[in-house]
């Protein structure tokens, strides 16, 4: 969890479906031990576009694709979304401040 959390910018942003944005680090630590307690993901990430704004910001849109496993339920489903990283340089290293995401699955 520790590696996965300093990927982030101290004041780091995950806003989920359905879920009100986590904000720095402790909300991002409760964000991801839900996510880990409810979901596993085999997914592959496809990096669709980066763009460096500048020497501090850059931006990223991704796509992600695999399978979804509900642990609770045992079940299994398809996995699609897309996602927007916004990164800033903090420390000299590029991080993620912002990490946005929705599904691509058709609504039903």
Not at 53 to 79: I, V, Y
């Amino acid at each position: 969890m520790e590696d996965l959390l300093n990927i982030y910018t101290s004041d780091g942003v995950i806003m989920a479906p359905g879920f009100k944005p986590a904000v720095g680090f402790e909300a991002l630590k409760s964000s991801y031990e839900r996510i880990f307690s409810t979901i596993k993901l085999e997914i592959d990430f496809t990096i669709d576009e980066i763009v460096v704004m500048n020497d501090e910001w850059a931006f990223a849109r991704t796509t992600a694709e695999g399978t979804k496993h509900w642990l609770k339920k045992g079940t299994q489903e398809f996995h699609h979304n897309q996602e927007i990283f916004i990164c800033r340089k903090e420390g000299g290293k590029w991080k993620i401040a912002r990490y946005i995401f929705s599904s691509m699955k058709p609504l039903q």
